[in-house]
């Protein structure tokens, strides 16, 4: 699982049958930067490039997430579905302590 912030929202106007009316968000994966930062101080976008993830869990604009690429994406899905990644957790709180030298 992968970490990422929601960056915007995505709205279809034609869908794949078996994903007509789902939610989709635009997130900006998470860099080592914004660990080592911490919550208190904000960090732009990264510049990985953002992706577009699946959402049945409800993520808002600036949230953090957890997501699922690859096959594992499309497991929840009794129907073979067309998804790259998928929302797999809403992160309330993350706690970072390195290990010191």
């Known amino acids: 699982m992968k970490l990422g912030s929601v960056i915007g929202?995505?709205?279809?106007?034609?869908?794949?049958?078996?994903?007509?009316?789902?939610?989709?968000?635009?997130?900006?994966?998470?860099?080592?930067?914004h660990y080592q930062r911490g919550a208190e101080t904000p960090v732009g976008p990264s510049k990985d490039p953002s992706l577009v993830v699946y959402d049945a869990l409800g993520g808002g604009l600036g949230q953090t997430i957890g997501y699922i690429e690859g096959r594992e994406a499309a497991q929840p899905f009794e129907e073979p579905t067309p998804v790259d990644a998928i929302n797999?957790?809403?992160?309330?709180?993350?706690?970072?302590?390195?290990?010191?030298?």
């Open 9 to 33: 929202r995505v709205t279809l106007s034609k869908a794949a049958p078996g994903l007509e009316g789902a939610r989709w968000l635009i997130v900006s994966p998470f860099t080592r930067e």
């Open 88 to 101: 797999a957790a809403l992160v309330d709180d993350i706690f970072y302590n390195p290990f010191s030298k």
